[in-house]
T-cell receptor
Framework: KQEVTQIPAALSVPEGENLVLNCSFT??????LQWFRQDPGKGLTSLLL?????REQTSGRLNASLDKSSGRSTLYIAASQPGDSATYLC?????????FGPGTRLSVLP | NAGVTQTPKFQVLKTGQSMTLQCAQD?????MSWYRQDPGMGLRLIHY???????DQGEVPNGYNVSRSTTEDFPLRLLSAAPSQTSVYFC???????????FGQGTRLTVV
């Protein structure tokens, strides 16, 4: 069964810190991997999409890497801000649909 | 840009009632999907469609029905609501395989 895990489940950091969120997947035959942000009671906002042929993608303070052979992706957030507080979801596409991780709940303290 | 629009945002049903959750997208995407999100379970796929007239089951299809008569719309029908269907439902769309997915704002459903 294709499974996606995320570590840590929750993370609390002071403002300004750089941080890394981890995503692991059991089946490396992926099409792509997408990172989402979810605020409480809201929908999912797309952050970054990495194709299976890519090693990393960057958007502003966010950088996502992909190592297909080891079944891992990381989301790096630079200079964290209180507005970054949310749940971050990793979703792995094996073609037509996604398998989601359980998410990492991030709190950035002022 | 409207993107993916879900209605209603909130709904309370009595056990045994039926209802339809609406999902519409204005991006001309071929792929559309329905997920449910439950505490501790993450998002799980209910049904999906890869184009008008084509639908298939996901991981948790029981108790739900879908059809796709147009590219824009992908409604999810609850045939006879049960308390186990209390959840937050998300609709998603994407242009095709391997492309970026966009999600609606969700429908919070409570079955009493």
């Amino acid at each position: 069964k294709q499974e996606v895990t995320q570590i840590p489940a929750a993370l609390s950091v002071p403002e300004g810190e750089n941080l890394v969120l981890n995503c692991s997947f059991t089946d490396s035959a992926i099409y792509n991997l997408q990172w989402f942000r979810q605020d409480p009671g809201k929908g999912l906002t797309s952050l970054l999409l990495i194709q299976s042929s890519q090693r990393e993608q960057t958007s502003g303070r966010l950088n996502a890497s992909l190592d297909k052979s080891s079944g891992r992706s990381t989301l790096y957030i630079a200079a964290s801000q209180p507005g970054d507080s949310a749940t971050y979801l990793c979703a792995v596409s094996y073609g037509q649909n996604f398998v989601f991780g359980p998410g990492t709940r991030l709190s950035v303290l002022p | 840009n409207a993107g993916v629009t879900q209605t209603p945002k909130f709904q309370v049903l009595k056990t045994g009632q039926s209802m339809t959750l609406q999902c519409a997208q204005d991006m001309n995407h071929e792929y559309m999907s329905w997920y449910r999100q439950d505490p501790g379970m993450g998002l799980r796929l209910i049904h999906y469609s890869v184009g008008a007239g084509i639908t298939d089951q996901g991981e948790v299809p029981n108790g739900y029905n879908v059809s796709r008569s147009t590219t824009e719309d992908f409604p999810l029908r609850l045939l006879s609501a049960a308390p186990s269907q209390t959840s937050v439902y998300f609709c998603a769309s994407r242009r095709g395989k391997g492309t970026e997915a966009f999600f609606g704002q969700g429908t919070r459903l409570t079955v009493v």
